[in-house]
């Protein structure tokens, strides 16, 4: 049996097909770990979301577009420029594909391996990020999840804290798991800069660089930050090479650390975006 992670995949179904097809994937045998962002901007969201939700051994979980789509569709949020969602919403099983959605979790655990979207919080040992990751879960499976994708966006707040309010506590969480990218270094919250690591304003730092975070004790697969692309180092893979915007999917076997890439058939989306 073999472990493979993917990154974001966006909707680029042909380059996801193709890293799948090189890779020799057994269902039966084998294991897909589909790091978020299935969807949006890329041009067939709608493919990938069929393909994932229906092959056996594909798991996934959640990224920022994925919940852009939830919320979308719960009439909670507007299209955003490049967005390519609508033939998601429009789809005879959009009801059953996005409570699929729903039902899928921030984080996996396999033991050695911890994958996310975008990253763990500088403050959480693995228990409190799991417990941290099942609140939100729990809150978009349940009858009310439209009540809580209501509260969910929002740059505050920045810091994890004992006393927080539930609707706090998980946006902070969500935040986290699908948006992060740099901190503070006392490792607050920094949403607003996504470019490259290198260009960085002074005082924040890759949420993994922070020397006191507390989880050290799993290696983390990720995907999310395309300007930041391909890094293997010991406790983080970080898989997003940026294949909607004409770079190309990657895929890693988390067993051997072989790569597998497609190169992006077209550059889907300007990087002027």
């Not at 919403?89 to 039902?103: G, S, T």
């Not at 949403?191 to 005082?203: D, N, W």
Request: hydrophobic share 45%.
């Amino acid at each position: 049996m073999s472990r493979y992670a993917i990154g974001d995949i966006q909707g680029c179904f042909v380059e996801l097909m193709s890293v799948v097809e090189s890779m020799a994937f057994s269902p039966q045998s084998d294991q897909i770990f589909l790091v978020g962002d299935l969807v949006n901007r890329g041009p067939s969201s709608l493919a990938t979301l069929r393909w994932a939700s229906q092959t056996e051994g594909v798991s996934i979980v959640l990224g920022n577009h994925d919940l852009h789509l939830l919320a979308m569709f719960a009439g909670l949020a507007q299209p955003k420029p490049g967005d390519t969602l609508q033939e998601v919403i429009d789809a005879p099983d959009a009801e059953h594909l996005l409570f699929w959605l729903r039902q899928q979790p921030l984080l996996i655990d396999l033991g050695d391996v911890l994958l996310v979207h975008a990253g763990v919080s500088p403050s959480w040992p693995l228990e409190t990020a799991k417990l941290a990751a099942q609140e939100v879960e729990m809150a978009l499976r349940g009858d009310q999840w439209k009540d809580f994708i209501a509260v969910m966006y929002g740059n505050q707040p920045v810091e994890w804290t004992s006393d927080m309010k539930a609707f706090d506590r998980m946006r902070y969480s969500v935040n986290c798991f699908t948006r992060m990218r740099f901190v503070t270094t006392d490792g607050a919250l920094q949403l607003k800069y996504k470019g490259e690591r290198e260009q960085a304003p002074a005082g924040i730092k890759p949420w993994f660089e922070l020397a006191n975070r507390l989880l050290l004790n799993r290696r983390v697969v990720c995907g999310h930050w395309s300007a930041l692309g391909l890094m293997l180092k010991d406790d983080v893979w970080a898989l997003d090479t940026g294949c909607v915007w004409g770079g190309a999917l990657t895929a890693v076997c988390l067993d051997s650390g072989k790569l597998y890439q497609a190169a992006a058939r077209f550059e889907y989306q300007a990087l002027s975006d």
